[in-house]
Structure formats: structure tokens, C-alpha cells
């Protein structure tokens, strides 16, 4: 197939071009090519700014593709811009939005028929991101009403494992265990939080415009577990070799906000059920939580990650003001 990536060279869109050249896909990737990154031999580069609409009919003028996945559209016209640009010329195209986009539920687990973020959604710290990808969603769902522009919409849970770009997320809980530091907790520790490993993730996303049911359908894809704040210290604890010393922070001095320190949805509980994922696409997550970190944290060590500085003086004020 000839596919396209919008995106490519953060976390998800680096996967997913490794995923499609080992299959043996023709892969071009756009981008504004201002994050360095190395790609397989093969893939072509196209550049363009996402902002500017010119930019994009130009850049992808007279081109065709089997499939387009766009890792990197945060806003409607960013996605405005690339269907515009792709009306016509391409057989799919997958839009990669977030569970973030699902209203608060006081029902588990969350479904693709859940209801969505809307302007008057209780205020949440991932509150705009995830209007943000709501109003992407909507726009392709017009566009499949008037014109129907060929589109899947795929929602992951919370993405970790190897080049994740957001490093303070698993690579700074492994700093701080093995620095012996101890581990802020939000509330009592125990907000639910769901994850979904980067390689499984991308299968996902490799499965999708195979098949046919998949057209004009939203996806949420997660790992196989959930884990409360306190479980996921002690499983990560347990990898690194560590016990991690936990000191939990009062509601009130997090509420609406997201922490450095522990910057996960620990605001409300997140769990997701993937049965429309397996049932339409044949997906089955191959990682559990245990051997994605696992896996996670080898690729740490590898990469010299630990060898790296991390700043943790913010969270000293905090235990400081603790009295821990």
C-alpha cells in the first residue's frame, strides 16, 4: 500500500512508520521536519506547515494514497486542511484522537457509545485538548455525511513505552525510583487510570483500513488493565527493584489541575472497554501492563535515559511543604 503519515516523528507516528515499513508499505511522511528523528530507508518526506492551508494543497498536490494517518492533528482546521488537501485521493483516512474526548462517567466501563466532551463539560485540566479532538471528530463525521470522505477515528487511553516524548510520564517515575525519591500520590491513590502500549497501539492502527466495517467508526484502544495510582507505584517499584516511598497530596491542593509530577488523568477514573476494537478489527492487545513497562523500562536503560538530569525541585517545595 502507499500510505501517508501525518505526523511521524514523535512517539505514536514514529511506531507506526516502523510498523508499516515492516510490512512493506510505501511510506511518505509530512511534517514540518523541525523534531530530528531517523527514519527507515525508504520513506519519502514531504513538508508542510499544518496551519497553512496553501501549504498543504501544495505539498500534497497531484499525490495519491491507499491510506493517510494523521498522528499530529490537535485542532479542527489542522484536520480541515489535510482532508481538504486529500479529498479524492486517498482511500482512508485515520484520525487519531484520544479518550480524553469522553465526557466524565460515573458508569465503567467507557464505551465508543459513551457520551463526548461538550463546551459545557465540568472543567477538567485535558478538558480543552480533548474538546479539541471532539470538534476533529465532528468535522470528519460532516464530511462523511455530505461528501463521504473515508474516515476511521481511533481514541487511545493513555500511550506509553519506547520514544515517548512526554518524558514525564513512566521514564520520570523510573528516575525518581531509582533515585529513591519519594512518590507524590494524588488524593488516596486510588483514581483509575487505563494505558495502551505504543507497539500495540500501532498494530491497531495498521489493522484498521483492512477492514471494511472499520469506515466511519470511532475506536477506543486500550491495554488489557487499568491501574489505580498506588498499584501503578507498586508495579513500577517492583521492575526497577525499588520500594517506592509514597506520600499522598490533599485533594485540594491538585484539584483542576495536572501535576508534574504525576501527570496522568488522575482526575477522574478512566477505564475503557476495547470489545469493538477486537470484535470489528481482530485486535487483542498483546501487552499487559506489567510487560509493557517492563519492556518500557529495558528501552530506559538502553538509551541512557537515566543518565540524563531531571528536575525535581518543584516537588521538593511540595514535600517540603508536606512536612515529609
Not at 505504543?198 to 491497531?204: F, M, T, Y
Request: glycine share 8%; with cysteine; charged share 20%.
Amino acid at each position: 500500500m502507499n500510505v501517508l503519515v501525518l505526523g511521524g516523528s514523535n512517539m505514536i507516528g514514529r511506531h507506526l512508520v516502523q510498523e508499516l515499513v515492516a510490512y512493506g508499505h510505501q511510506v511518505t511522511v509530512l511534517n514540518r521536519g523541525q523534531t530530528p528523528v531517523e527514519f527507515p530507508k525508504g520513506v519519502q518526506r514531504l513538508y508542510a506547515d499544518r496551519d497553512a492551508a496553501a501549504a498543504m494543497r501544495q505539498a500534497l498536490a497531484g499525490k495519491s494514497y491507499d491510506w493517510s494517518f494523521d498522528v499530529s492533528g490537535m485542532t479542527r482546521q489542522q484536520v480541515q486542511n489535510a482532508a481538504e488537501s486529500l479529498k479524492g485521493s486517498v482511500g482512508r483516512y485515520l484520525f487519531t484522537s484520544t479518550t480524553s474526548a469522553y465526557e466524565r462517567r460515573s458508569r465503567i466501563p467507557c464505551t465508543e457509545e459513551s457520551p463526548l466532551l461538550t463546551p459545557d463539560s465540568p472543567p477538567s485540566p485535558s478538558k480543552e485538548y480533548g474538546l479539541n479532538k471532539v470538534a476533529c471528530e465532528h468535522y470528519l463525521a460532516e464530511l462523511w455525511a455530505k461528501e463521504r470522505f473515508p474516515y476511521t477515528v481511533l481514541r487511545p487511553a493513555a500511550v506509553y513505552g519506547p520514544h515517548n516524548y512526554m518524558r514525564g510520564r513512566e521514564f520520570a517515575m523510573f528516575a525518581r525510583l531509582r533515585r529513591g525519591r519519594k512518590l507524590l500520590v494524588p488524593g488516596n491513590g486510588m483514581t483509575v487510570t487505563h494505558f495502551v502500549h505504543v507497539d500495540d497501539l500501532v498494530r491497531a492502527y495498521h489493522l484498521a483500513p483492512q477492514v471494511a466495517a472499520s469506515l466511519a467508526q470511532a475506536y477506543t484502544l486500550a491495554g488489557t488493565e487499568a491501574a489505580t495510582v498506588t498499584g501503578l507505584f507498586q508495579l513500577l517499584g517492583e521492575i526497577v527493584g525499588a520500594s517506592p516511598q509514597m506520600v499522598f497530596v490533599p485533594w485540594e491542593k491538585v484539584t483542576g489541575t495536572r501535576p508534574s509530577w504525576y501527570p496522568y488523568e488522575w482526575e477522574r477514573i478512566a477505564f475503557y472497554s476495547i470489545e469493538k476494537a477486537k470484535a470489528h478489527l481482530g485486535w487483542v492487545p498483546n501487552y499487559n501492563l506489567r510487560q509493557g513497562m517492563e519492556q518500557t523500562y529495558g528501552w530506559y536503560l538502553e538509551s541512557g535515559m537515566d543518565n540524563e538530569p531531571w528536575d525535581f525541585s518543584g516537588e521538593d517545595k511540595l514535600l517540603a511543604e508536606l512536612g515529609t
